[in-house]
Nanobody, 114 residues
């Protein structure tokens, strides 16, 4: 059973930056397309970025040019660098495969507020 552990969230002012990480147990990580998802209160979980095993990336329009997804297959870890953060980026951030095939981790809370 693969376990996902997200970390790195916190409180940041608008315009600030934050990097969140997701570590996955198990040996199949490097063959998976990985995605970062987020869920704000009262809203559905949405996919914000994805990365293939070879490093090809794709972003939601709402974060394009501000967020960067990356991965380290040797460490079974995927990252999301978030710059120029806005209050509407506030959410719990999760990682998972694409399509979703693993159980969800606990997520990491990102709050953008002055």
């Amino acid at each position: 059973q693969v376990q996902l552990v997200e970390s790195g969230g916190g409180l940041v002012q608008p315009g600030g930056s934050l990097r969140v990480s997701c570590a996955a147990s198990g040996s199949t990580f490097s063959f998976k397309i990985m995605g970062w998802y987020r869920q704000a209160p009262g809203k559905q979980r949405e996919l914000v970025a994805r990365i293939t095993h070879g490093g090809t990336t794709l972003y939601a329009d709402s974060v394009k040019g501000r967020f960067t997804i990356s991965r380290d297959n040797a460490k079974n870890t995927v990252y999301l660098q978030m710059n120029s953060l806005k209050p509407e980026d506030s959410a719990v951030y999760y990682c998972n495969t694409l399509p979703i095939s693993w159980g969800w981790g606990q997520g990491t809370q990102v709050t953008v507020s002055s």
